[in-house]
């Protein structure tokens, strides 16, 4: 479609593929979907009447309309209303990720929306040091802000503020090591259920002593984790975040999105858990791949 310099005015990044369609018959390539967007190249193309295109675009009339509708969630005083919007926000949000199978790229652009309380600029310097990184990151703090959403969690300033403050850890993760070197050892660690004396040296490689104190990002079921709690002693909101931690490599910007996850039973969590999420986003909970706890 004709792309509409107000579709894309608040993004951060490309919700499609946008090209200028020379008179000639040739495509250019502006902006790749999931790039960040250069608004001051674009408005001058439009300016200069260029024929710009947006395709292969998310739905965006789609995620504006759910955020008027978390707006009124978050404005409503009555309990009784605020239940009735939560489950109406659920509900689109089964069937768009879950019944539609859209992708985690989708997923992250709408939890930005709702929860995130950093400006363009931060976004952009967190990509600027590695757009992978981000991808993950942003994958993490999506997933577990909405899953901290279905747990019951109503505030909508607890949820901006975790949202925000997890993916401000990870993307302060390593601030001294290589990207690829931080990469590697993230990828090393989340691939091990539990840890060893070896294992801990990495993590205070690349976390400082704040950062592991104040997050579950370094924990195991097993309690072999550096605080050493096991699944017993950890809430419902502490087990899914070491779920969701571990679910995500570096290849998840167009993989199945978390409800997709949950549903089918890919998340390894603790069994209570993960049927109770299951429970909230269908009525039937499915067959489960489970850590006991």
Known sequence: MKLDFKHIKDEILSPGNIFWKKNNGTDVLISKKGDVLNHELIQ???KADYNLVLEDAMDLS??????????????ELFMRDKIKWREEII???RVEFIDKKKSQFEFNHLAWKFFSQFNNSDAAAFIEKDKELFSRNVSIA????FCAFLLGYYE???LSNLFTSTLKNLM????SVQVLTLKEKIEYLRMQESFNSEDFKCVEEIASPAIIKSTMLFERYDGS??????SREMNDLEIIFVAINRNFGFECEDSANIFSEIQNGNLVCVSRTLKMLQKILYKEPLT???VTG
């Open 44 to 46: 001058k193309f439009i």
């Open 62 to 75: 789609f995620h504006d309309s759910m955020f008027s509708l978390y707006v009124r969630y978050s404005e």
């Open 91 to 93: 509900e689109n949000l």
């Open 142 to 145: 999506s997933s577990y802000a």
């Open 156 to 158: 909508t300033s607890f």
């Open 172 to 175: 302060e993760l390593g601030s």
């Open 225 to 230: 984790g550096i605080r050493q709690i096991n």
């Open 288 to 290: 489960v791949i489970t």
